[in-house]
């Protein structure tokens, strides 16, 4: 961690120091932890771990969670280690994999993962620049006979019903989630949600170096601008904003917080429950089947 933290330019402290400082986020007092108050409003993302993407952190996550009934490790950002995949299979755990294209497919079942997750570029957090409509087929065309899952921008049965249409054996979800009354999602949060159209989720390098779709902020907005010294590489710029999450956290200025979300947070306008929400896309994605069905026989 400290041969990691010493990659990390001066530049880029000083340029973030001098972004909060226009902004109006006051420092942490002397005596407060670097990353106190990091991890909220920020979708789990704070804090000063490296959560999964390095080796030396990853491997114990996999190991703590094999040690429990699971049925599914899902993994992201590349193919997982052979060693994992075989391990997972020992306990009789499946693996899935989210992809952007359809060659990241292939890699991911040369690997042994079981379902592949085509996750469009609608979607929230990490990804890809193909949209979903585009990307599905060419996934399931690219690894036939293994399962696909549709991703990206599907928060209702309709969409299911499309993403099935593609050839997907199922889909995957996920933003639709931060808005149901289960969530850890705190009030502010979710006003902030309902009241984003689409347009607001945008592609951000901002919070891990890598692109990944969240909330559009000043925060945001800046590491866009001509002065910005760049992004750095994952982990660094985690590692390299981790003391601005924690000074934007202190001073409640949660309007600056980038939270990762896709595309569907412009369908998403009130609380519901995760089974509203189930029963909800299942009915919606019968009757579109339905309706489809019946345009074919009349």
């Not at 007092?29 to 993302?45: I, K, N, Q, V």
């Not at 001509?226 to 003391?243: E, I, N, R, S, V």
Request: charged share 20%; aromatic share 4%.
């Amino acid at each position: 961690l400290g041969k990691l933290q010493e990659s990390i330019p001066e530049e880029t402290t000083k340029w973030i120091d001098q972004v909060l400082d226009e902004l109006g986020v006051p420092p942490l007092p002397e005596d407060a932890a670097p990353d106190a108050g990091a991890d909220e409003g920020t979708g789990g993302l704070g804090g000063s771990g490296l959560l999964g993407w390095t080796n030396a952190t990853s491997k114990p996550q996999v190991e703590i969670a094999l040690a429990h009934d699971i049925k599914l490790l899902a993994n992201a950002l590349g193919p997982p280690p052979k060693d994992v995949v075989d391990a997972a299979h020992e306990h009789g755990v499946m693996v899935a994999a989210l992809v952007g294209r359809a060659d990241q497919a292939q890699k991911q079942v040369a690997q042994g993962v079981d379902i592949v997750i085509a996750q469009g570029t609608e979607a929230g957090g990490h990804t890809g620049e193909i949209a979903t409509m585009v990307l599905v087929p060419q996934v399931v065309e690219a690894v036939h006979p293994t399962p696909v899952l549709a991703a990206g921008g599907i928060g209702s049965g309709r969409q299911m019903a499309a993403g099935m249409a593609l050839g997907a054996s199922g889909v995957w979800t996920g933003s639709i989630w931060l808005g149901v009354a289960e969530s850890n999602t705190g009030p502010e949060g979710m006003n902030r949600l309902f009241a984003a159209d689409s347009r607001q989720a945008v592609r951000s390098r901002s919070l891990t170096g890598k692109p990944a779709r969240m909330l559009k902020t000043e925060w945001t907005d800046a590491w866009e601008r001509d002065d910005c010294p760049g992004t750095l590489p994952m982990p660094l710029q985690f590692m390299a904003t981790q003391k601005a999450r924690a000074r934007i956290a202190r001073s409640e200025r949660r309007d600056l917080f980038g939270m990762p979300v896709g595309q569907i947070v412009g369908s998403m306008d009130h609380v519901q429950t995760s089974r509203q929400v189930i029963l909800d896309m299942v009915q919606e994605y019968i009757e579109t089947v339905e309706k489809m069905s019946g345009d074919l026989n009349a």
